[in-house]
């Protein structure tokens, strides 16, 4: 049974940083592509990085401005996401994904960005 369980949102202060946890089991993490995807109140899921099975292979869109860095650790079958500069534009629910539709993942983790 495929489990993903996001941790380390909270609420942050613009500028602020906070790092998201992903922990994985139920599937062979080191040879899947992961990705992380958010949804911000009253918009779509959006994609926000994804990172090849050795961690060659990472991207993000333009709109990150190099903020947001995606790392993993195969040993630990884990996904993080560190999350520098926050604006409050990011605030949104941040998952986790097996899949780059999203559409495997798991409950996400809420990040709020506000003074």
């Known amino acids: 049974q495929v489990q993903l369980v996001e941790s380390g949102g909270g609420l942050v202060q613009p500028g602020g940083s906070l790092r998201l946890s992903c922990a994985a089991s139920?599937?062979?993490?080191?040879?899947?592509?992961m990705y992380w995807f958010r949804q911000a109140p009253g918009k779509g899921l959006e994609l926000v990085s994804h990172?090849?099975?050795?961690?060659?292979?990472?991207y993000y869109p333009d709109f990150l401005s190099g903020r947001f860095t995606i790392s993993r650790d195969n040993a630990k079958d884990t996904l993080y996401l560190q999350m520098n500069s926050l604006k409050s534009e990011d605030t949104a629910v941040y998952y986790c994904?097996?899949?780059?539709?999203?559409?495997?993942r798991g409950k996400g983790t809420l990040v709020t960005v506000s003074s």
């Open positions: 139920g599937f062979p993490f080191r040879t899947n592509w």
């Open positions: 994904a097996k899949d780059n539709q999203g559409t495997t």
């Open positions: 990172i090849s099975p050795a961690g060659r292979t990472i």
